[in-house]
């Protein structure tokens, strides 16, 4: 297949040039951010100016995928070092790199979930620099034309004191690409060597370039928070950050209303949305601060310290690098079909079909959030709560499906009991010792009146230690069921009362609110067996 050596391919010239004009472009992108300007308002007393913080992010998330991008070699997190290193990822001559089909399949997949443009044609080049951890002296990346481009990200921040007024937000997304993860250098300092891990060297990678539409931390940590659940549920991505499965990098520059851009600083290789927030708003607060003092910020690379959540400067990146990019001559272009383009003479399994693969996208958080919030009439940042927990959402739906307790109730027992119990057990909802019917069985007893609240509670932690017995054999084994028999409750009302007097002639002096006083007795006498309204109607009648 030709190559073209030089200019643009049809598809990717949109791409390029809406690139060129971002930089250009002050107006469009965040606006104003409450949380960052309240919060460096107040900081900085002395300064009347308005600073405002810009962010852009790139997301290299590692893909799912059983072996490597461009070889064989299986991908596994935990296997000793160097043991699955193919002839290719150690670069040895005359190799060549064979595209794996299923991390295409995963890009388009996330791209589709973006809202972005699939290029029907996208192309692999050549991106070099010298590390010991990548052999072959450059990296397969796609730099000239992506597999997917002009996409977005809708994503909610939770503000104000309880944090629980939800803004809506929209990053965009510019563009999604295929690339090789580099190996790892393990640095020796006792023996002052360094060694060479190639496990991760040709792990399929894809980098998210978002514009820079976010301004200040918490937003920046809210959207990746969102990625992350897109990516896990779309299963392109496991998402875990402290694996290095996704890896943040945030461009962070500062302006005042209504001028050019700042200068922005990178700060490299965040691995949690807690750092990636500390570390952007110390580095906007770091920018406003030189500014104010007439100094200068500089274009450079940072990393961010956990220890002393500052971003320090990485001095060994001085200087313009030259990557000499180059198209990869062993690859032809990615060719890329929908219905319409695929024709007979081509082997659908062989080939990626967008229209195919959009029909196997998944619920995605937001869609899903807003159907629980519409059909079971639950609060927006319950539905968050619900959505955030793998496997949650579930295991709430078939326990609405068993159960005759209503919606509102059944959440506040999973949010709240449930939720806390995991938690605190450090369990994931699918090892609960809780199943949904045995839940369901309880929130009904309750729902009919056949247990109080307190009984529940208590059946709730018998079930969770779980002897394999149901709520109902629990409720009967324990003699927990209320005691609803309206002979045996007037017996134990007309104890009471005998044992009460000075209570009694209160009450009959016309002060009823002591007849609380004399409920609580009756429900210590049944340790809170006895059924309330049938209680309160006893003694009433009785007094009156
Ligand atoms: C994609 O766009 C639709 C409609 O504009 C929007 O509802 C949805 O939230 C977007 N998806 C993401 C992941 O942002
Ligand atoms: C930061 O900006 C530079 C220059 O525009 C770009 O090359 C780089 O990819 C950006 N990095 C991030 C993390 O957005
Ligand atoms: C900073 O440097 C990068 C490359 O190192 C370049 O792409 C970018 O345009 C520079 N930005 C500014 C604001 O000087
Ligand atoms: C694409 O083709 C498949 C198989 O012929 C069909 O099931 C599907 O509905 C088509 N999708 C679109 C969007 O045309
Ligand atoms: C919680 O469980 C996970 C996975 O099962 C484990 O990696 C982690 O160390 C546990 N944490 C605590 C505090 O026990």
Redesign the pocket.
């Known amino acids: 297949m030709a190559l073209p050596l030089l200019g643009l391919c049809a598809w990717c010239r949109g791409a390029l040039v809406s690139r060129t004009a971002n930089r250009l472009t002050v107006v469009r992108g965040s606006a104003r951010c409450p949380t960052a300007a309240a919060a460096a308002a107040a900081r900085d007393g002395r300064s009347k100016s308005k600073w405002m913080g810009v962010v852009g992010l790139e997301v290299h998330a590692q893909l799912c995928s059983n072996s490597k991008l461009f070889s064989g070699s299986r991908v596994q997190f935990s296997a000793p070092p160097n043991a699955l290193v193919s002839f290719l990822d150690a670069s040895l001559p005359g190799t060549l790199p064979v595209l794996n089909k299923h991390c295409v399949e995963a890009a388009v997949m996330t791209g589709l979930a973006l809202n972005c443009t699939i290029n029907k044609k996208s192309m692999f080049d050549r991106k070099h620099y010298f590390y010991a951890d990548l052999p072959v002296g450059y990296q397969i990346t796609q730099q000239r034309c992506p597999i997917a481009i002009n996409g977005n990200l809708a994503y909610s921040l939770y503000v104000g004191r309880n944090r629980n007024h939800m803004i809506p937000k929209l990053v965009r997304i510019q563009q999604i690409q295929l690339e090789q993860d580099s190996g790892r250098s393990l640095h020796d300092d006792a023996r002052s060597q360094t060694l060479i891990d190639l496990n991760r060297a040709g792990i399929g990678l894809m980098e998210i370039v978002m514009k820079p539409d976010m301004c200040c931390g918490d937003e920046a940590a809210a959207a990746v928070r969102e990625l992350q659940l897109i990516l896990q549920t779309l299963g392109t991505c496991h998402g875990n950050m402290a694996e290095g499965q996704l890896r943040v990098d945030a461009n962070v520059s500062v302006h005042q209303h209504g001028r050019p851009y700042g ?2 600083a990178e700060v490299k290789n965040i691995n949690s949305p807690r750092f990636l927030a500390r570390a952007i708003d110390y580095e906007i607060q770091r920018q406003i601060d030189i500014l104010e003092n007439g100094g200068k910020i500089l ?1 450079e690379t940072r990393a961010f310290d956990y220890k002393t959540g500052q971003t320090i400067s990485l001095r060994d990146k001085e200087g ?2 030259d990557y000499r990019f180059m198209p990869e001559p062993n690859l032809p272009p990615l060719a890329i079909f929908d219905n319409e383009t695929l024709s007979s003479n081509v082997n659908p399994q062989q080939v990626v079909n967008i229209d195919h693969i959009r029909e196997l996208l998944p619920e995605l958080p937001d869609a899903k959030r807003k159907r629980l919030v519409e059909k079971y009439g639950i609060l927006a940042e319950h539905s968050f709560t619900l959505v955030n927990e793998d496997g949650l959402v579930q295991f709430f739906e078939t326990v609405l499906e068993q159960t005759e307790a209503n919606p509102k109730k059944v959440i506040g027992w999973i949010l709240n009991d449930f939720l806390a119990l995991l938690k605190q057990n450090n369990l994931s909802v699918n090892q609960s010792p809780i199943t949904p019917p045995a839940l369901a069985e309880l929130l009904t007893l309750l729902e009919k009146g056949f247990i109080s609240s307190s009984a529940a509670k208590q059946v709730f932690v018998e079930l969770w230690e779980g002897e394999g017995k149901s709520a109902v054999q629990i409720v009967e084994q324990k003699e927990l069921g209320l005691i609803q028999d309206h002979r045996k409750l007037e017996q134990i009302c007309q104890r009471v009362i005998e044992d009460h007097p000075s209570e009694v002639s209160e009450i009959q002096q016309g002060n009823w609110k002591v007849l609380n006083k004399l409920i609580g007795q009756v429900q210590r006498a049944t340790h809170g067996r006895a059924a309330p309204t049938v209680v309160k109607f006893i003694l009433e009648k009785k007094l009156s």
């Open positions: 200068v922005r274009n313009k690098q």
